[in-house]
Structures are given as C-alpha cells and as structure tokens.
C-alpha cells in the first residue's frame, strides 16, 4: 500500500507493509516506529535537542494558558476555510511542531466547533526530546523526527500546512501543499512581547506588518490577535526563552526582567491564511 512518504535515504515513495505497519522503498530501505510512538527519519549532522531549561520555559508557559486566545483564533479559521465546508477529512502538517501543543491544544477546540471533521495530524521536528514530549501527551497525531530542510513526504500531500512562530522560509511547505490547500501562518506582530523587549533594546520602534510573501503563494486572509496579559517575571524570563532574541539578554537584564511584574504585557500575532497559485 503506497504512502505520502518519501524514504529519507533514497527519497523514493514509501509502501506500507500490511502486517508489521512498517515503511519501505524499492531499495529495501525499511522504518518502523519506535517504541515511544513516533518516527526517527532522519537528523541534521549535529541532531537537534531543545535543552531541559527551554523544553521548561516552553511547557510552563503553554501550560499557564496565556496562548489558548491563539489557538482558539486558529481553530477559528481553520473551521471558516473553504475547504473544510466542502470535506469531511482534512490532512494537516504542523512544521517545527515542537511538543505538540498546538495540534492537541487546536484539535480539541476544532472538535466542538465542527464535530463533523475528521481532522488527520501530522507534526514534524528536528528535537528529538520535543517528539518524544509530543507523543507522550498525545498520540494520535503521527510525530515524525527529521531534517525540515528537506521534508519526507510526497508533493501535494496535505490540505493543510501550520506554521506556528516560525519563519517561512523555502519552498518544501508549498511543495506538500495541496494545490487547493491552505498554508496557515502565524508571525510575531510588530508589538509582540513589547514591555519584555523593552528591557532588551532601549531604542525599540514599531515595525509595520510585513507581507512580503513568497512568489508561490496567494494570500487569502490575514488578521491580527493583539491582547495583554499579567504575568510574573518567571513567565516573563519564559516567554524570552522562546524567542529568537534571547540570546541578546545578558545576566542583567534577565535578573531585571525576572524580577519585574508585567500586568499589561502585549501578546500580538499576525495570522496569514494562503494558498499556492
């Protein structure tokens, strides 16, 4: 039985052995899935591991329940899309899944919104510690460990692509994208963590949105979720951890920022809704 994915060794399509569930090519390459419940592919040449204090950070601030607004945006307009009105069995992708929250957390809201879809998960990522927190909190999706560079799966493979702060980069997502799908992307809006970053860079200014979009793709719907939040300097130092920027906070400034009390900080994302041309 053919699959939609590719053999990370010699990128032939993958068949599906009936009895043992297991992968395998024309070239007698063969994977199963391991023990915990998810997929190793394949791994960059240095392997990909989230270290103890950021798998933390990240779980103690999803935990808290500060992004359910995202996610509940989200399931918003994913349940809105044409192609869920029209189907009964949508297909997702949810690249750099990280530990999955986002696919359960989506899921289940999505559920009480349309109970009717039938909605299949797929989340793929380099951390290996991530997968293995992913499957382990909730296994029905498939949780696959590979290189993102180049993604294991066949062309036109998903209806739906999620691409939660991240950037876009390349063209492997509109490659598994349908040609009728949707590539749901959610960026980090120009006020996004502002009282934090304030800490970081004394000379912060207001960027305006970007849309600069790759020549592949459409954009269809784009809306912004902005809202503020309390949260001590303990989630503070949380959420820095899970930015890009971290890295410029030295010991000072964290100490200031841990020991700071945000009752109005910003949560701003820009959610773009696109497909391929």
């Known amino acids: 039985m053919?699959?939609?994915?590719?053999?990370?060794?010699?990128?032939?399509?993958?068949?599906?052995?009936?009895?043992?569930?297991?992968?395998?090519?024309?070239?007698?390459?063969?994977?199963?899935?391991?023990?915990?419940?998810?997929?190793?592919?394949?791994?960059?040449?240095?392997?990909k591991a989230d270290s103890r204090?950021?798998?933390?950070?990240?779980?103690?601030?999803?935990?808290?329940?500060?992004?359910?607004?995202?996610?509940?945006?989200?399931?918003?307009?994913?349940?809105?899309?044409?192609?869920?009105?029209?189907a009964d069995v949508l297909s997702q992708l949810d690249f750099d899944c990280g530990d999955g929250y986002f696919l359960r957390t989506v899921k289940g809201i999505l559920a009480e919104l349309k109970p009717e879809l039938a909605l299949t998960q797929t989340g793929i990522c380099e951390a290996e510690n991530a997968i293995f927190a992913a499957a382990k909190a909730e296994p029905s999706p498939t949780y696959i460990v590979s290189t993102l560079k180049h993604l294991p799966f066949a062309d036109e493979s998903f209806d739906l692509v999620t691409l939660i702060d991240k950037q876009l980069k390349g063209k492997e997502l509109t490659r598994v994208?349908?040609?009728?799908?949707?590539?749901?992307?959610?960026?980090?809006?120009?006020?996004?963590?502002?009282?934090?970053?304030?800490?970081?860079?004394?000379?912060?200014?207001?960027?305006?949105?970007?849309?600069?979009?790759?020549?592949e793709l459409e954009l269809l719907h784009s809306e912004r979720l902005?809202?503020?939040?309390?949260?001590?300097?303990?989630?503070?130092?949380?959420?820095?951890?899970?930015?890009?920027?971290?890295?410029?906070?030295?010991?000072?400034?964290?100490?200031?920022?841990?020991?700071?009390?945000f009752d109005a900080l910003e949560i701003d994302f820009v959610i773009n809704v696109m497909t391929r041309k």
Not at 3 to 24: A, D, T
Not at 190 to 196: D, N
Request: include cysteine; aromatic fraction near 8%; charged fraction near 20%.
């Open 226 to 261: 902005s809202l503020t939040v309390s949260v001590s300097g303990e989630q503070a130092i949380a959420l820095l951890e899970m930015t890009p920027y971290a890295w410029r906070a030295n010991d000072k400034v964290r100490h200031d920022i841990q020991h700071a009390k």
């Open 2 to 47: 053919n699959s939609i994915y590719l053999c990370p060794v010699c990128q032939s399509p993958f068949m599906v052995h009936e009895e043992s569930k297991g992968l395998h090519c024309e070239n007698k390459h063969h994977f199963d899935i391991n023990e915990q419940g998810y997929w190793v592919f394949s791994q960059p040449k240095k392997p």
């Open 177 to 215: 994208l349908k040609q009728d799908g949707v590539l749901l992307q959610v960026a980090a809006g120009p006020r996004h963590l502002w009282q934090i970053r304030e800490f970081i860079y004394p000379d912060l200014s207001e960027k305006p949105v970007s849309e600069n979009l790759p020549k």
């Open 53 to 86: 204090a950021v798998m933390r950070a990240k779980r103690y601030v999803l935990e808290s329940g500060i992004y359910i607004p995202l996610a509940q945006a989200i399931a918003k307009v994913i349940a809105e899309l044409p192609q869920v009105t029209s």
